[in-house]
């Protein structure tokens, strides 16, 4: 199986900060990788595919890069309504595995 | 609007069984690979298994003989049948659309419990 791993488990920051995570994946998983939005008691939302892409609606102070083992999601200016949960899965093989999600918070 | 519905969670003793239901609307279900995903409480998301437009099935081994997943596309609906429960299957279910994971259900709770 293809092991997963998020950095860090969670961040504090505030309003206006650049964020970045990064998700490593255990061997190479060319783009398939996807990262997720999840706020309390809701369902994930779906953020960015193959790496980099945008999914529709979703506003371009997001973004996704990597490739191989190696990926990051960026959001480019915090705002209230992204103090939330991300998680990274890829979809390169099965079992799909997902990263243990990363917490940010504010500070 | 693409929406996605799941059904039939519950709470069922360890060793029971339950079915749950996915209604799918706003797109040709029978083009897409479909998913269920699980999350305990407090914990992170764990996917659970997988269907392809031509019926193939995939699990994670913490699953697999126990779990089966189907689809009815004349229905627009996917099926988790689930035998065999542990207290550890606690979880919400979501039913997610595409190898991507673009759309996801609101999910259903199934608590595993004597």
């Known amino acids: 199986d293809i092991q997963m791993t998020q950095s860090p488990s969670s961040l504090s920051a505030s309003v206006g900060d650049r964020v970045t995570i990064t998700c490593r994946a255990s061997?190479?998983?060319?783009?398939?990788l996807a990262w997720f939005q999840q706020k309390p008691g809701k369902a994930p939302k779906s953020l960015i595919y193959?790496?980099?892409s945008l999914q529709s609606g979703v506003p371009s102070k997001f973004s996704g890069s990597g490739s191989g083992t190696d990926f990051t999601l960026t959001i480019s200016s915090l705002q209230p309504e992204d103090f939330a949960t991300y998680y990274c899965?890829?979809?390169?093989?099965?079992?799909?595995?997902f990263g243990q999600g990363t917490k940010v918070e504010i500070k | 609007e693409v929406q996605l519905v799941e059904s039939g969670g519950g709470l069922v003793q360890p060793g029971g069984s339950l079915r749950l239901s996915c209604a799918a609307s706003?797109?040709?279900?029978?083009?897409?690979?479909m998913h269920w995903v699980r999350q305990a409480t407090g914990k992170g998301l764990e996917w659970v298994s997988g269907?392809?437009?031509?019926?193939?099935?995939y699990y994670p081994d913490s699953v697999k003989g126990r779990f089966t997943i189907s689809r009815e596309n004349a229905k627009n609906s996917l099926y988790l049948q689930m035998n065999s429960l542990r207290a550890g299957d606690t979880a919400v279910y979501y039913c997610?659309?595409?190898?991507?994971?673009?759309?996801w259900g609101q999910g259903t709770t199934v608590t595993v419990s004597s």
């Open positions: 997610v659309r595409s190898s991507r994971l673009d759309v």
């Open positions: 706003g797109f040709t279900f029978s083009s897409y690979d």
């Open positions: 269907i392809s437009t031509a019926g193939d099935s």
């Open positions: 061997r190479g998983i060319s783009n398939y």
């Open positions: 193959a790496a980099s």
């Open positions: 899965q890829q979809y390169n093989s099965y079992p799909r595995t």
